[in-house]
């Protein structure tokens, strides 16, 4: 976890902790008095109070095991709201970062055609799951020469020398997905 320290503040530190031996932090006591106002802080940061409550749990933490390192050059409170903010702006990075990740294909769909029916894209979609899930139970050869054409969308001779077997072997092979889906879903 990042400390609220950066490098040069962290020999200042030193040498004030040094000359004044005896700071001491009492964690506990800036919980009670200063929890509530840090949920509020961090929420204005974060936007979520899920992630504010996590973000304070973890400052209290991070308070905890650098307590020893606290030198009384701030209030003990300026010190906490410190790491609190660099907590903070560490979780709305992951936040935004988290929203790029994965777009689900349902979502994609609805944007491709606002005026479809609901209905039969729900349809559609059910029977794109079962005809991949079949697909999946194929033996991997079959499957790949069906998917080479159809994915690929390349001609039968294409698709037979990419997968280097004659045209006769593919076009059997294709044939039997398209009577095990027939069969199927007939």
Known sequence: ???????????????????????????EKLFREHRHHLIRFVERYV???????????????EASRCAHRFSGLSKPSTWLFGIALNLARN???????????????????????MHADPAEVIEHRQIADRVQALLEELP??????????????????QAAERLEIP?????????RVRATVRARFG
Do not use: H
């Open 47 to 61: 936007r979520n109070t899920e992630d504010a409550e996590d973000v304070v749990q973890n400052t209290f933490l």
């Open 140 to 157: 991997p050869k079959i499957r790949a020469t069906f998917e080479s054409v159809l994915e690929g969308e390349a001609t039968y001779e």
């Open 1 to 27: 976890m990042p400390n609220a320290i950066t490098g040069s503040e962290t020999a200042v530190e030193e040498t004030a902790a040094a000359q004044n031996p005896s700071v001491a932090i009492d964690i």
């Open 167 to 175: 045209v006769g072997t593919l076009r059997s092979r294709v044939s």
């Open 91 to 113: 979780q709305v990075r992951r936040n935004y970062a988290d929203m790029y990740e994965a777009i689900d294909d349902a979502f994609i769909e609805q944007i491709a055609d």
